[in-house]
């Protein structure tokens, strides 16, 4: 007689078959993995939630879908950037790819006082971003 999973065991082996995806650079694998994953999962477990909502950030950040990606990283930090620096580090770059300067700078600040400097993007680069980005804006306005 064989014994039902778990879901402890039914999330794990969804996780894992993510995980997979994701080292074969099967992003969209990986998304469908990870999505299915957070359905079992309840919202208010802080030791599973945050993991997979970092996970499908960074399925997504793969795919170039940088809104999506920058709202799992921030679900997964909850406000808190110390609890999850990879998510805080790749959600500063999803909302500066976004044109969301204020908030990346915002994020990154904040970030830089809880885990330190961004290992890939100082807050001069991210400020000479926005400028390039506001300087693109007023060259195509008409007029």
């Known amino acids: 007689m064989s014994v039902a999973p778990s879901l402890r065991d039914r999330i794990a082996a969804s996780n894992q078959r993510g995980i997979e995806a994701f080292e074969r650079a099967d992003f ?28 499908l950030g960074l399925a997504f950040f793969n795919l170039g879908r940088s809104h999506a990606a920058a709202r799992e990283f921030l679900r997964a930090m909850d406000g808190d950037p110390a609890a999850r620096p990879q998510s805080a580090r790749l959600a500063v770059i999803a909302l500066a790819q976004m044109g969301h300067f204020h908030h990346a700078q915002s994020l990154h600040a904040t970030m830089e006082a809880a885990i330190g400097p961004h290992p890939s993007l100082t807050r001069e680069e991210l400020a000479a971003w926005a400028a390039q980005a506001r300087f693109a804006r007023r060259r195509a306005l008409p007029g």
């Open 28 to 55: 969209e694998g990986a998304l469908a993995a990870w999505s299915a994953t957070l359905r079992m999962v309840d919202p208010h477990d802080d030791e599973l939630a945050p993991a997979v909502h970092e996970n």
